[in-house]
């Protein structure tokens, strides 16, 4: 089927069919010309997509469920996850309209304090920090932020946290550089942004396979960035002044530090990551190139 049969036949867009074989979802046939193939199989797996899209579930879950063999039992695994988010709607719900009613601000602060205790850490951060700024974080820390603050140690780490970033200045970064970075993170699509995570995640979990898979690229693109053209781009000052605010800001001492505390995905993602660090320096070593270490905030 061409990409115009399996739109009419699956009920999707161009645009969504593109987006689910970038996630992995659907793998088309391509052609000699360029043009993709669908078959069967694919119109199979994206009817399984768009039903299960419709019951709110996010794709990284919908991508559990298709590699699974017994996909009733994935799903069911995801039942308790969705069944609280949708207790927490409800409950905001109730809340709200009760204020419709009456607005009793006295009741709707202790409903709210209520509501607050039930929330993620990355639900709590979107509210402290409305706007481009928190939607960054969420975005950057979010898979370590669906946790709970559920010790009074964890309380205490998040408001570190909470301090640490009300309180980050951003004042002297020239004004070039700043339309610069401004303009790339308007411009740059989300799915780019995405990807790039993506691949830094790979990187970090499989450091090994990564260097075998892309190491050449890497290599290349190390040699690069030591060159005049690269050190004199914009891009190369902004990486130089974003390394200076967080060698000078905290974020090593105060930011990294409480998020390990508040959150156990994050300590294990970090352990992660200075297995990947030795491993990539050992490789950089071997193959007489030199560059930086990846992370949270940096990238070979």
Known sequence: MTIKEICIASGLTKKAIAYYEQKGLIHPGVQENGYREYGLEDLSLLRQIACLRLYGLTVPQIGQI????????????LLPQQQEKLQQQKKRLESLCRLAETYDLTKAEQERKTLEADQTIQQKL?????????????????????EPLDTPEKEEAYAKILSFLDDLCLDGI????ERYLTQTMEEMPKQAWKGMDASVQEAVVDPEGYLEK???????????TQTNAFQDSPAAKMKVLLQQLMDNSGYY???????????????????QLERANDLFLQWMEEHGVSGGKTGEGESV
């Open 126 to 146: 979107r509210m402290a920090f409305p706007g481009g700024y928190g939607d960054y974080m969420c975005f950057h820390f979010g898979r370590y932020l669906g």
């Open 66 to 77: 298709l590699q699974s063999e017994d996909k009733a039992a994935a799903i069911a695994a």
């Open 253 to 271: 001492t105060v930011f990294l530090p409480n998020l390990r505390v508040i959150s156990k995905s994050y300590r294990d993602y970090s352990d």
């Open 174 to 177: 020239d004004p070039e550089l």
């Open 214 to 224: 892309h190491g050449e690229n890497l290599r290349d693109y190390l040699q690069f």
